[in-house]
């Protein structure tokens, strides 16, 4: 199947400084890529819409300035969580879909980036 | 996309099937049932998804009620590694080839057992 791939898969940063997240698609050319952040006992939440070669979508209460999003290539997408905060740390998780005309669409999802801001 | 609820929890004994319910009563004609499972510390694996037929696959099947308000999810023989939060999730099938964002439910944690 299909292999999207995280790096790095955990990382710990010093408050007020940056963290860069990447999101491979490795087989496939991924127009449109997902970020999602998970707490700790809790389900993942979409944190924005990557689009290749355009600005990212965000969701309602994501901070577009403090999580941003570059989606380069088709088969990269960069999250960078600026001036990290302790309660920045979380996993987060993105996700991609093979194109339409693939006979499978469901979405597959790197094995996620462990992040502790201390 | 449509809500969907399932129970917070399951227990299973191993070598037994696995049988995880969910509700959409809210879903439309065009939405499909999908499944995913996340092991701790993972990020979800695909299960299988279905329409409106059954579906079964090398990992499980899918059954929808005709009503398709609801559908169950059937690990035929549960084995340890099969422990994991279970999510059901509605969503249109990518008909817009860049793929469809998903909402996530709290899902059902299962537990298998010796």
């Known amino acids: 199947g299909a292999v999207v791939s995280q790096h790095p898969s955990w990382v710990i940063c010093k408050s007020g400084t940056s963290v860069k997240i990447e999101c491979r698609s490795l087989?496939?050319?991924?127009?449109?890529m997902f970020w999602y952040r998970q707490f700790p006992k809790q389900s993942l939440m979409l944190m924005a819409t990557?689009?290749?070669?355009?600005?990212?979508?965000?969701e309602q209460g994501v901070e577009k300035d403090k999580f941003l999003i570059n989606h380069a290539s088709l088969t990269l997408s960069t999250l960078t969580v600026t001036s990290a905060h302790p309660e920045d740390s979380s996993f987060y998780i993105c996700?991609?879909?093979?194109?339409?005309?693939?006979?499978?669409?469901?979405?597959?999802f790197g094995q996620g980036t462990r992040l502790t801001v201390v | 996309d449509a809500k969907t609820t399932q129970p917070t929890s399951m227990d299973c004994a191993e070598g037994r099937a696995a049988n995880l319910p969910c509700n959409h009563s809210?879903?439309?004609?065009?939405?499909?049932v999908y499944w995913y499972r996340q092991i701790h510390s993972q990020g979800p694996q695909y299960i299988i998804h279905?329409?409106?037929n059954n579906e079964t696959n090398e990992m499980a099947s899918l059954i929808i009620t005709e009503d398709r308000k609801s559908s169950t999810l059937i690990l035929p023989h549960a084995t340890l590694r099969d422990t994991a939060v279970y999510y059901c999730?509605?969503?249109?099938?990518?008909?817009?080839?860049?793929?469809?964002?998903?909402?996530f439910g709290t899902g059902t944690q299962l537990k298998v057992e010796l």
């Open positions: 999730i509605v969503s249109l099938r990518g008909l817009t080839g860049g793929g469809n964002k998903l909402t």
């Open positions: 087989d496939f050319q991924a127009t449109t």
């Open positions: 990557s689009n290749e070669g355009s600005k990212a979508t965000y």
């Open positions: 996700s991609a879909q093979p194109p339409q005309r693939a006979m499978n669409t469901e979405a597959f």
């Open positions: 279905g329409l409106k």
């Open positions: 809210t879903i439309s004609g065009n939405e499909y």
